[in-house]
């Protein structure tokens, strides 16, 4: 059948061989300390904090409280990422929130999670970023005006193309790929900390004067403000979707969290300090790109090295979101709730190539129907209300299954903290400013009922997709695999 059948084994510590006898097919362990804190901090720095600071600022109403909102998100991405690794030295699978989901909660949730995930909420995170890239990577051939929308929606299709084409071939060039682009975006954003640390030695500190003075108070003008510094350092769990691919997971997963988002939290308040020091609020609430407006400012004839630098990073964040992403489906499609082929890697270079390339598929739809216009809010609308869901089951383990192994545990009360945010940041917009576009992706998440209990619960399925799965097996080189169970 296309869509496998499971034995009804200990969600916690289940296996399953497909080989049955044979030499077994797995994705290799080939993600070390240095790739996993690249995968974290590369994604995590993409076109947010070059494109975000105006919107936070916007939102809170003065500079205090908007580096006090980008000191709590990343105080918050931190207590999610720690929540996090012990869920993974728990679950040692890959899969993210999707596998602790169906560990957890069982199938329907997880189903539900899935079919957001792989259809809606990657392919647009995705998009937008390439989006965001194609911007700042044409706009230098369009000198004194806006960059033409086919221009830039053909860059970003060949940035997704590109990225398919590394990621399949072989996961140590992906993640080389990302060790250079996070080092590139590091340096970028040194620049800019050391411009701005310079400014302020020359006593430009007129933006921190009276900081709190006009501070917005409304519960939906800060959620929103959350959004918007939340979706800068999303990208904190993606290490969690590539568990068995990891050397040693119970030791690398939390070290490398405990590296990775202190430093992209320094990074992140040092360039806003810069921001700050380089414009007046007025200026930096009216810069379409707060970091070109800051090179333009600073760096002078050299201000082209920022949009490089934008260039740049989003590129090496586009590859972490696509090589994880690409991981929710072809897990979720191994645990039989997407079609079987997404499942399958390629037999030489043992990379989820077919679950890549449907990513990538999606991916380019999402490009060529849409723009970057609100996506964040969105975005970050359907994350919360997932990661309050698995962060909830965190809690349940630790409270009624506290003889579970794990080699790593967290205090009891981050995950509350993370928990109670989880409920503000889904509930606060809702509440404060109801939006119809919300109600539409409330719908679209209920929408996957009418999948799951045709094709998953009572397993209804049509003839003609075994000999579709045949074919794209033979085509793509691509053969069943096996979890791994560390």
Known sequence: SIMRERKATDPLHSSTDLSEGKEKLRLKQEVGLIS???????????SGIFMSPEWVLHHMGNPASSLLIWAACGLLAMFGALSYAELGTIIKESGGEYIYILRIFGSFPAFIFAYTSVILVRPAGLAAVCLSF?????????????????????????????LAIINSLNVRLATSVMNIFTAAKLLALLVIVVGGLVLLAKGQTQSFQNGFQGTTAGIGAVGVAFYQGLWSYDGWNNLNYVTEELRKPEVTLPRALMIAIPLVTCLYLLVNVSYLAAMTPSELLSSGAVAVTWGDKVLGSWAWLISLSVALSTFGSSNGTFFSGGRVCYIAAREGHLPDILSMAHVRRLTPSPALLFTSAMSLIMIISGSFTSIVNFFSFVAWLFYGMTISGLLYLKIKKPELARSYKVPIIIPIIVLMAAVYLVLAPIIDQPQTEILYIVLFIFSGIIFYFPLVRFKYHPRFLQRVTLHLQLLLEVAPTTRDAN
């Open 36 to 46: 996993s804190v690249s995968l974290i901090a590369g994604t995590m720095i993409g």
């Open 134 to 162: 194609a911007e700042y990577a044409i706009a230098p051939f369009y000198p004194g005006c806006s960059s033409p929308q086919v221009a830039v929606k053909c860059t970003a299709a060949a940035c997704i193309l590109i």
